[in-house]
């Protein structure tokens, strides 16, 4: 009989071999040490808001927005900030020199804490605060030079998609249907209109040139990204239109685009398996994502 030699591979995290530094809770630990309590609630009732910052030459782009919504998706909750915005912007720019992160995302996770399990919010627990970095090329991005493909899904998240919370499963598996289509994200539509991407906000350029992406309410996510692009492209003298807007207006539209942090300014380039305009990314798209980025490397802090 022969012996089997079982060889146990490092788990490879695709990011960096190293491994990475995380804070949690007040501390920077190696990731491996990185824990949080089974009863804390961001585990069992999504009871959680988060961020994602990205990281441009070792620099924060919009902070401050971040900061910002993060502190109105606390109140929103009626959850304690677990430190000043100022300390936060602190951890952030450690966490940078410590990872060694040039460019990519530093993701931030506020929960209300561990507490015994109870569908009320319990008195007095102290909020988790976890946050952890992601190394990624954010600016020579294939998918933002190719375009992706999207299809067109019922929007079936909960009624305040204006705070950040960590209850990501419809998009989750939004993104995975997409997938198994062959598309590369899903339009989330609501009574006829469309109101985001999975994890992105949405917009259409028309025939004549005027841009269109849903108007702010508790429908969607007021993105930082939505809110910088939106000023540059009125600057550009370039027209906007915030409403709602349908599947059949994406269709005969000239060109598509989305907007977040993590991928800036993105062109979509199909529907449903309907090519938008010319089926490749379009001038507006391309414009605007060069600009947005000169404005995101001149004011990254
Ligand atoms: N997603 N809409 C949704 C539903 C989002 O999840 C996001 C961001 C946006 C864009 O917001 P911003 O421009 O502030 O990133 C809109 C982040 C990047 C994520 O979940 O990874």
Redesign the pocket.
């Given at each position: 009989m022969t012996m089997k030699t079982y060889i146990h591979q490092p788990v490879n995290y695709g990011v960096k071999s190293m491994s990475r530094t995380v804070y949690v809770n007040g501390n920077y630990v190696p990731e491996e040490q990185a824990t949080v309590s089974v009863f804390d609630r961001g585990f069992l009732f999504a009871d959680a808001v988060y961020e994602?910052t990205s990281v441009l030459g070792g620099k924060l782009i919009a902070f401050d927005g971040?900061a910002k919504?993060l502190e109105r998706s606390l109140r929103e909750l009626q959850m304690d900030a677990p430190c000043t915005m100022d300390e936060l912007k602190e951890i952030h720019h450690e966490m940078v020199a410590r990872n060694d992160l040039v460019e990519g995302l530093i993701y931030l996770q506020v929960t209300r804490g561990a507490a015994d399990r109870d569908f009320a919010f319990p008195k007095d627990t102290k909020p988790t605060i976890v946050l952890f970095t992601q190394a990624k090329n954010l600016t020579n991005s294939p998918t933002a030079d190719a375009g992706i493909k999207v299809i067109s899904i019922p929007d079936i998240r909960w009624g305040r998609?204006d705070i950040k919370t960590v209850q990501l499963l419809a998009?989750s598996l939004g993104k995975m249907e997409a997938k198994a289509a062959g598309a590369d994200d899903a339009w989330l539509v609501e009574d006829g209109f469309v109101t985001?991407?999975?994890?992105?906000?949405a917009y259409i350029v028309t025939k004549n040139g005027t841009i269109v992406t849903r108007n702010l309410s508790t429908d969607?996510?007021h993105?930082?990204?939505?809110a910088a692009v939106l000023r540059l492209a009125a600057e550009a003298q370039i027209k906007i239109e915030e409403r709602p807007f349908t599947v059949d207006e994406v269709k005969d539209a000239a060109e598509a685009f989305f907007?977040?942090?993590?991928a800036f300014v993105c062109p979509v380039i199909e529907i449903d398996g309907c090519p938008i305009g010319t089926g490749t990314p379009g001038p507006v798209a391309n414009r605007l994502r060069d600009i947005y980025l000169q404005e995101a490397l001149k004011t990254a802090t």
């Open positions: 994602v971040h919504r998609r998009p985001e991407g999975t994890s992105n906000n969607i996510l993105g930082i990204t939505r907007t977040s942090a993590s």
